[in-house]
């Protein structure tokens, strides 16, 4: 049902001092109207009702103040969200930052469909693309790439260095930063590209949990 949840983004968004026009007010509803739909079946996020607005849109949305100063700095910003799922936080940050061009990568075929069709209802498709595809195979560079609940820096930041523009920036969502450390630590050690790396805490309205964004940028 649109409008469902008003009340609640009403004061997140104010939290985040995010003002959305209606336009957006409505896609973020279709958005989260399609991921009700069909979390039930495809099991997208492990949340429901109040619950999944809070863990996966105003968790996604937090990070909007950093990622809109970071995208002012390029002429036009491509943005890219890898191992997106269900579209987080790719497809609400998409919609607060309506100047920047989108593109989701995930693998998995159900979610592939899911996103798809989340982007239709949400009207998004003009500026938002997938690519069903693994990010190995991923041939494009980007000036921003975010991800959430993904691999260990470890494990990518070799091929990510690799679709980032030269002066890009890695936007991770992580909780906490003393383990986001010990990940950069075994960055050091086992990775052949070489990162600096800045801390931003996030507050996430009406989750007490830690939340922070991870920022690398390549040396
Ligand atoms: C734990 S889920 C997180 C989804 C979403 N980012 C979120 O925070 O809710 C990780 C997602 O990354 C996708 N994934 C994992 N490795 C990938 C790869 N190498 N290339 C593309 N997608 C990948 C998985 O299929 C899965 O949908």
Redesign the pocket.
């Known amino acids: 049902m649109a409008g469902k949840y008003r009340k609640l983004l009403d004061e997140g968004l104010s939290s985040l001092s995010l003002d959305l026009d209606q336009g957006q007010r409505e896609q973020l509803d279709a958005y989260i109207a399609e991921l009700e739909l069909f979390n039930p079946v495809y099991k ?2 492990a949340a429901q009702g109040e619950d999944l607005v809070i863990r ?1 849109i105003f968790d ?1 949305l937090s990070g909007v103040q950093t990622l809109r100063a970071l995208s002012a700095a390029y002429p036009s910003c491509r943005i890219a ?10 497809i609400p940050l998409a919609i607060a930052l309506p100047s920047c061009s989108f593109t989701l ?4 075929g159900r ?1 592939v469909d899911f996103l798809r069709n989340a982007l239709l209802r949400a009207s998004l498709s003009d500026r938002v693309q997938v690519v069903d ?6 041939k494009d560079r980007f000036e921003i790439i975010t ?5 260990p820096l470890a494990d ?1 930041l070799d ?1 990510v260095a690799d679709l980032l523009s030269e002066d890009g920036y890695v936007c991770a ?1 992580k909780a906490v930063q003393e383990q986001v450390e010990e990940e950069l630590v075994q960055v050091k050690r086992t990775c052949k590209s070489s990162w600096t790396a800045n801390f931003v805490p996030l507050q996430v309205p009406r989750l007490e949990a830690s939340r922070m964004l991870c920022l690398l940028q390549k040396i």
């Not at 990568?105 to 998995?108: H, K, L, T």
């Not at 595809?133 to 991923?138: A, G, N, S």
């Open positions: 997208l996020v996966h996604s969200d890898f191992g997106s799922g269900a579209g987080l936080p790719g990568v995930e693998r998995m979610r595809r693994d990010l190995k195979e991923v991800f959430r609940a993904f691999h990518i091929v969502y």
